[in-house]
């Protein structure tokens, strides 16, 4: 197997080289604010955190449990747009000195025109894309146009993919690949057990890439479950349940506290 030498993962593999395991969080754009997603991604940076994704919002965000899907709908009723969007990543991006990602659905790149929204995401430093609705049987287009700009195309594994659907989805992936944790939607609690553990072994066969985990990572006895099996622990849906109750203020504490 091949160690894949694109810029995204080898920031990936230069910071994991002094940590055993690195975060990633998530934030919808434009909720509840822009103001607030700015101090929250402060907040984020300050605490430790590695890396973010960024979601676009979309009106049908069908891999998002409840928490994300109200938080896409209130920021689209609240008049964020996709160009928004884009300014506020580029503000981030040029204070913040890590890696930044944008997630969204395939519509949204459709609508708005592949090449050129890639072109723009380059221009304002993303250094990759998650695009949950969109395999490779189906991104053609997307997958050449994000290699060609030297841009992470994130593939997905699932519980569900068997070892053959891994390795064809990682022969298209760049960065690293987003392990989801378990089947159904973001938000629910996830078990770690023996099923779990032998399909991160069942991932970790498949690609040499840095392998994040994703749907349900919510306090740091669930971060120290994936040392040793997985490189990324992304923690969405509890950042903003914790923005929703108690303000940007309590994200700090909460990153610096899981590992």
Known sequence: MQLNDQPLTRTLRAALASKKILLMT???LGYPS????????RRMVTAGVDL???????SEPVADGPMILKANQESISSGVTVA????????VIAAHGIPFLFMTYYN???????EDFVSLAREIGIK??????????????FLEITRAAGLAPIQIFAPTSTPERMRYLAGHGDGFIYCVARRGVTGSKTDFDTDFADYMVRCRAATDLP???GFGIRNRDDVASLVGRADIAVIGTETIRLV???GPGAVEEFIAGLR
């Open 34 to 41: 822009f103001a607030v997603n700015r101090e929250v991604v």
């Open 52 to 58: 973010i994704e960024l979601q676009i919002p979309f």
């Open 244 to 246: 929703d109750s108690r």
């Open 108 to 114: 949204i790149l459709f609508k708005y025109g592949v």
């Open 84 to 91: 928004g969007c884009l300014e506020f990543a580029a503000e």
């Open 26 to 28: 998530h934030l919808v």
């Open 128 to 141: 990759g894309f998650i695009v949950p609705d969109l395999p490779p049987e189906e991104g053609k287009e």
């Open 211 to 213: 392998l994040a985990v």
